[in-house]
């Protein structure tokens, strides 16, 4: 039994280059993060929970069908994602992959669980907005403040290379779902969930 648990464990961790991230960095404590201009609009992806921990969860934009790397989303993690307003999709990969659909304001943040679901041979994950009435709530504010802010380095963009065909074919897989569901059952961030209030100075009340 012991043998076929410690079996289980080797290829969970192996499933995305072992049980511990070494493909980001913690982000410099004082690097401050400025209120966004109009041009600008910025999702944070963070993970409340250490269910699941030893999996660790890429999320990818995925807009127009080309891929690329936003960053690997561990147990206590939070990443922050700048681009420009308007319509933009990413996905989150583990042994599935999902997609979200994100309508985004100018100057606005967002803000994105990426949560861990139990799977067969990993985990599953999926993405959860934050709603703006949400954003208020001691809840979400003792999540956000319990994660720590990492960002990417080489060895993260060379996973990704290395596992572009991979990700690829999920995305596939995550885009044909996407099709058949309803517009209720889709993933989707609407303009008004995000906020104008600088990334730093949301956190625990």
Known sequence: MKRVVSVVVLITCLGLGGCASDLMQPADSAVRHPPLSQSESAIVFFRATNIGGVVQAPVL????????????????????????????????????????????????????????????????????PVTDKELATDSFRNDLAWCKWHENKPEGNEW?????????????????????????????????YGTAVPVDSMGAP
């Open 61 to 128: 934009e995925t807009t127009g069908g080309q891929l690329k790397f936003v960053g690997i989303v561990s147990a206590g993690m939070k990443v922050l994602h700048k681009t420009t307003p308007g319509k933009r999709f990413y996905m989150v990969s583990g042994e599935n992959a999902e997609l979200l659909e994100a309508e985004l304001a100018g100057g606005k943040t967002y803000y994105v669980y990426v949560s861990p679901r139990l799977g067969f041979w990993r985990s599953r994950f999926v993405f959860v």
């Open 160 to 192: 990704f290379v290395a596992n572009l065909p991979s990700l690829q074919a999920k995305y596939t897989d995550a885009l044909e779902q996407y099709q058949k569901a309803g517009p209720e059952e889709r993933k989707v961030i609407k303009p008004v």
